[in-house]
């Protein structure tokens, strides 16, 4: 069986992000975001080469994560699996404005994973979309590179790991960052340490 190496890339800043909102699909990069994509990426390059060399590259459909790929010079194929989560109602809005006007839909939501008091996706319907699309990963082998959200790489980490679902919201995912994981056909393996070229 052919190996996998998969980097799953958090997309950069946007508002939303910054101000404690539940994002929406259209929300692009702020300023910062994108200035810091930019350098991540001249970083990257300078030290060992492009990050998306020899790899299969993926995006969410979400204009943030295009907007990344795009900072690191990569020219991805849109993923459906690799979108946000659905945040129904709640999309656009602050965590504070929920918990002021919603605080019992918002503990529901942040203590359980099958809840979706918004109308939207709950947090288990995002492990159970990303989590097929790993296994498919798993199975065709290569390198990948996907750009994505927080909250979907945790779920990943989650599902890759085998962890229980709630540890989810252990796993802190910057905007950003890279995760890398490998397999060799058995398991899923998590590595860290210095950004390497695919």
Do not use: K
């Not at 997309?11 to 699909?25: K, P, Q, V, W």
């Not at 350098?39 to 995006?59: E, F, I, K, M, W």
């Amino acid at each position: 069986m052919t190996g996998t190496s998969l980097r799953l890339v958090a997309h950069g800043h946007t508002a939303a992000l910054r101000r404690a909102r539940f994002g929406g699909a259209d929300d692009g990069l702020d300023e910062g975001g994108l200035h810091a994509a930019l350098a991540q990426a001249r970083a990257g390059a300078d030290r060992r080469g492009s990050l998306g060399v020899n790899a299969t590259c993926l995006s969410s459909p979400a204009a943030a994560a295009r907007q990344t790929a795009d900072a690191f010079g990569l020219l991805p194929t849109i993923e459906a699996a690799l979108a946000d989560c659905d945040y129904g109602a709640w999309s656009g809005r602050s965590l504070a404005e929920i918990a002021d006007t919603q605080p019992q839909a918002l503990h529901d939501w942040l203590s359980a994973p099958d809840s979706a008091p918004h109308g939207g996706e709950p947090v288990s319907a995002v492990r159970d979309r990303v989590g097929s699309w790993l296994d498919e990963q798993h199975r065709a082998g290569g390198r990948v590179i996907a750009v994505t959200h927080p909250l979907v790489i945790r779920v990943a980490v989650v599902h890759a790991l085998g962890l229980p679902m709630a540890t989810y919201r252990q796993v802190d995912v910057e905007p950003l960052a890279v995760v890398r994981l490998t397999s060799q056909g058995t398991r899923w393996h998590l590595r860290l340490g210095a950004p390497r070229a695919a």
